[in-house]
């Protein structure tokens, strides 16, 4: 079971914000547990089990996978890791998953919000594409998972907006700049 001690802060922003990037910094320098979303439902499609098989289509797709999926694989690595402070990456992506991770799992500490316009994350992406791997950093797929962001993930931002618990970073400079920023956000919450 999930302590309930535990401080769990949510990394959002689009599709190739830095998401991934900035937390192995945050990881570094505070030592906190990092769990990307992504990667644990990508460790699920390299399985080859027969729900890998249905994540992958999703995930072509741009689309969302189901929440039951999603906070079940975080709520296990939550409830299995050392230590109380961890990064949540890529998770809530709709409404609803905030609701039902509060409500299931444990309410959130904070959001980090990566602010990043679609052509630089664009281009981040199919740079990145070159080299990744990723079934979904083609040109096809990044339309559809900035629509899926637009549509179904701002709305998450803007609901924690509301309450007072967003941090929102540019993430258009260079990755060392864009960190200056976070430290100083992680030192007033963690201090
Ligand atoms: N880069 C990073 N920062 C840079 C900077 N400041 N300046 C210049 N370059 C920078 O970075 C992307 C690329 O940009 C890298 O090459 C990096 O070097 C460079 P990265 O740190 O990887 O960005 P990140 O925001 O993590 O991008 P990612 O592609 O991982 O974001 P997505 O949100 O698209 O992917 P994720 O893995 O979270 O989700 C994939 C799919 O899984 C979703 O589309 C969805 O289908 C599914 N999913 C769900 O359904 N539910 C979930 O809860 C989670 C995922
Ligand atoms: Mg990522």
Not at 64 to 85: E, F, H, N, W, Y
């Amino acid at each position: 079971q999930v302590n309930p001690d535990a401080e769990i802060v949510f990394v959002l922003g689009g599709p190739g914000s830095g998401k991934g990037t900035q937390c192995e910094r945050i990881v570094e320098k505070y030592g906190f547990g990092h769990f990307s979303a992504g990667d644990l439902l990508r460790a699920e499609v390299a399985s080859g089990s027969e729900m890998g098989k249905e994540l992958e289509e999703i995930m072509k797709e741009g689309k969302l996978v189901p929440s039951s999926v999603t906070i079940k694989l975080l709520k296990k690595a939550i409830a299995t890791a050392d230590g109380t402070k961890f990064l949540i990456d890529g998770f809530p992506r709709a409404l609803d998953q905030a609701e039902e991770f509060e409500k299931e799992v444990i309410p959130c500490k904070m959001v980090l919000f990566f602010d990043c316009p679609q052509d630089v994350m664009e281009e981040r992406l199919l740079k990145r594409a070159e080299t990744s791997g990723r079934a979904d950093d083609n040109i096809e797929t990044i339309k559809k998972r900035f629509d899926t962001f637009v549509n179904a993930s701002m709305p998450v931002i803007e609901h924690f907006e509301k309450v007072d618990k967003v941090a929102k970073i540019s993430a258009v400079p260079a990755p060392e700049e864009v960190f200056v920023e976070v430290s100083k956000v992680m030192d007033t919450q963690f201090a």
